[in-house]
């Protein structure tokens, strides 16, 4: 499949600062053929994953870790941030805000984080099934156990600790 005109256009100008300014409002994903320096630009990459978060991957590695870029990128995708740093993926902030588009940012989430009640709470509203990535200590939290089960019935079942799938309130939200 050949190359659409506009990355052409963006691959010969892929050191032109004011054209990728110019273009990443309306075609974000652009910014993957522009050079390193451009893609360091945390101007330009604001500009581009304010509308689409997922341009947050060609982002440099540098502003993958500014969590500016990553608030702003997990209010269009809440997904992206899997391509945020590790420090970024064990930042409560991000994750609370990732989770409110995107429950399965839990799989991307720290360890640490998958044991915090507020995030976890926050996934399982979103996606109950993503309680699978929660820790056992919170698959055994009654609060969680609950969302999930009334959001995601038999599919989050499955995920709650054994205990809780004996526990009477449990089961009659499977009813309901």
Request: aromatic content about 6%.
């Given at each position: 499949?050949?190359d659409?005109?506009e ?71 809440g ?98």
């Open positions: 499949m050949a659409s005109p990355i052409i256009e963006a691959r010969e100008r892929k050191d032109d600062r004011n054209f990728f300014l110019a273009k990443v409002e309306n075609s974000p994903s652009l910014i993957e053929w522009a050079n390193d320096e451009i893609r360091d630009d945390k101007e330009i990459i604001m500009k581009a994953v304010k509308n689409d978060g997922g341009a947050l991957e060609f982002a440099s590695n540098r502003l993958k870790d500014d969590k500016d870029v990553l608030l702003e990128a997990v209010k269009q995708a997904w992206t941030c899997c391509y945020a740093s590790e420090k970024l993926k064990a930042d409560k902030d991000v994750l609370l805000n990732a989770s409110k588009n995107d429950g399965q940012v839990l799989y991307f989430a720290s360890e640490k984080l998958r044991d915090d009640k507020d995030v976890v709470l926050a996934a399982v509203e979103n996606k109950p099934i993503i309680l699978k990535y929660a820790s056992f200590r919170l698959r055994n939290d009654k609060d969680i156990a609950t969302v999930a089960v009334k959001k995601g019935k038999k599919k989050a079942f499955e995920y709650i600790s054994p205990e809780l799938r004996e526990d009477e309130d449990i089961k009659k939200l499977l009813e309901e």
